[in-house]
């Protein structure tokens, strides 16, 4: 069993750019698809990015195209989430997990859940 922790969340004012980090423990991940979701009040946890075991090949969500880069160190069993020009919009809680397939994009295809870290952007 692997855990996971976020961390990097905050504040930023719209326009600016943030990073998080997922850590895991427990088990090596080097050769798990990993993805980050992220949950908005009232809304559904809906996913936002993936990469595969490698690191090469990465896949987003259309509204963070261009804006999110996803990024791992299996050095590290850490997974990251660059985030830049941030919107409003990208307020939500943001969750790290372990995926049980290639590029998977529903929850149910994710195990291994992060307990989330907020990033909240002003206007």
């Known amino acids: 069993q692997v855990q996971l922790v976020e961390s990097g969340g905050g504040l930023v004012q719209a326009g600016g750019s943030l990073g998080l980090s997922c850590a895991a423990s427990?088990?090596?991940?080097?050769?798990?698809?990993m993805g980050w979701f992220r949950q908005a009040p009232g809304k559904e946890r809906a996913f936002v990015a993936a990469?595969?075991?490698?690191?090469?090949?990465?896949y987003y969500t259309t509204s963070v195209k261009g804006r999110f880069t996803i990024s791992r160190d299996n050095a590290k069993g850490t997974v990251y989430l660059q985030m830049n020009n941030l919107k409003p919009e990208d307020t939500a809680v943001y969750y790290c997990?372990?995926?049980?397939?290639?590029?998977?994009?529903?929850?149910?295809?994710?195990?291994?859940w992060g307990q989330g870290t907020q990033v909240t952007v002003s206007s």
């Open positions: 990469i595969s075991g490698s690191g090469d090949v990465t």
């Open positions: 997990a372990v995926a049980t397939g290639f590029l998977r994009t529903a929850v149910r295809d994710y195990a291994s």
């Open positions: 427990g088990r090596t991940f080097s050769g798990d698809p």
